[in-house]
């Protein structure tokens, strides 16, 4: 993982939340909330909670009397989730590393992470991080996302990237956000750091969007791949997002686009 891979900054935070959230992370962050809601938890974790999409859902889907912490690396995403948020005193938001999580042994009944474990540069060492704040019988909830090629237009983006960039194509999604998808591994991951009762299930969803433009926006201008984009030529940020564009409207027309998503939804419990 690249050093840049895990930071949200600058304008990132905004575009992501404005353009990606509803692209790809809305519809699983309503499975992630129907999850939560069924294991009815009084005290509840959420890690790498981005822009809040995953928290706004739960909060709907939870009743009065929680306490809810809602945790990011990057303060900057947290500031957003936190103005995106209606004032709701269940919820505390904290800055907090996944690697080392500030919180006492046993503290929570469940712990939710939507698309962030892909980050953690220990996986082992984080998810047992989680088993510790956890109650007995507690349970982590989680998603990542499956190979890049089961996710067709960021696929599809990562290709076209590659003929602005033909010595040094930009690497970010293949690299960490569709880097960790093989279930044995994820699975034997988990059993490394104590958890047990372990169930792993492929969710396929359909990702839509008003036009190849946006879809370009939010992968290259939202997300670190930005960030690795500048890094080779920080004046072809707005290049790479019309190339993308260019290559998405030759597969999909001029109008709305739609292709597969497909993500990897994990329960374990303490």
Not at 100 to 120: I, K, N, S, Y
Not at 207 to 229: D, H
Not at 235 to 243: F, H, N, R, V
């Amino acid at each position: 993982m690249s050093d840049t891979d895990k930071v949200f900054a600058g304008s990132i935070p905004k575009i992501y939340d404005a353009y990606l959230v509803p692209l790809i992370f809305s519809v699983y962050a309503e499975d992630l909330a129907r999850r939560v809601a069924a294991r009815a938890p009084s005290v509840l974790l959420e890690i790498a909670a981005g822009t809040g999409v995953v928290t706004r859902a739960v909060a709907a889907a939870l009743p009065r009397g929680i306490r809810y912490v809602a945790t990011d690396l990057n303060e900057p995403m947290l500031a957003v989730a936190a103005q995106r948020q209606a004032d709701d005193d269940r919820i505390t938001w904290r800055q907090a590393d996944g690697m080392a999580l500030p919180f006492g042994d046993a503290e929570f009944d469940v712990a939710c992470c939507q698309f962030g474990a892909m980050f953690f540069p220990d996986r082992v060492k984080a998810y047992g991080e989680v088993k510790r704040i956890l109650k007995d019988n507690g349970t982590f909830v989680f998603n990542v996302w499956d190979r890049i090629e089961d996710n067709l237009l960021t696929h599809e983006a990562t290709v076209a990237l590659e003929k602005l960039f033909p010595d040094d194509p930009p690497r970010f999604m293949v690299r960490t956000p569709h880097g960790y998808h093989d279930k044995a591994v994820i699975r034997s991951d988990l059993e490394r750091a104590g958890f047990r009762d372990i169930r792993i299930e492929t969710r396929s969803e359909i990702s839509r969007a008003p036009s190849a433009e946006y879809v370009a926006i939010a992968l290259c201008q939202g997300t670190p791949l930005r960030s690795e984009i500048e890094a080779r030529d920080a004046s072809k940020l707005q290049a790479a997002t019309d190339i993308v564009a260019e290559a998405l409207r030759a597969r999909h027309g001029t109008g709305a686009v739609e292709g597969k998503i497909q993500a990897i939804v994990i329960e374990a419990r303490r």
